[in-house]
C-alpha cells in the first residue's frame, strides 16, 4: 500500500487497493504483526459496533437469536467440507500445539 497522502487509486479501477487505503489510512483497521490477521482501531470498533446493534435489532424483530462459533475448527471436521474448503487452503492457520503439548488434530 502506498505511503502517499492521500488515496492514490482509483476506486474503479482497483477496488481491493482502493479500500484498503480508505480503512487503514483512515485510521479504521490496520494490519497484525501475524499475517492474515488485523487490528480494529478504536474508530473502526466503533464502527463494527453500530453494524453490529443494528443487525442484532433486526434479527431478534424477526424471531431469530445470536450464536457464537469457535474460531478453531479441527481438521477433521474440515475434511467433512472438503470440495468447498480446498481453495482455502492455503489461507489456513494450522495450531498444531497448546503450550508445550502437541495436539492430536490440528
Do not use: C
Amino acid at each position: 500500500m502506498s505511503k502517499e497522502v492521500g488515496i492514490t487509486v482509483s476506486k474503479n479501477d482497483n477496488f481491493s487497493e482502493w479500500y484498503t487505503q480508505v480503512v487503514v489510512k483512515a485510521e479504521l483497521a490496520d494490519y497484525a504483526p501475524v499475517k492474515g490477521l488485523i487490528v480494529l482501531r478504536p474508530d473502526g470498533y466503533s464502527i463494527w459496533e453500530s453494524i453490529k446493534e443494528s443487525l442484532d435489532k433486526k434479527l431478534k424483530e424477526t424471531g431469530h437469536r445470536n450464536g457464537f462459533l469457535p474460531v478453531l475448527i479441527p481438521e477433521s471436521l474440515l475434511g467433512k467440507e472438503k470440495e468447498h474448503f480446498e481453495g482455502f487452503n492455503p489461507e489456513v492457520f494450522w495450531v498444531t500445539h497448546s503450550g508445550n503439548s502437541e495436539l492430536g488434530d490440528k
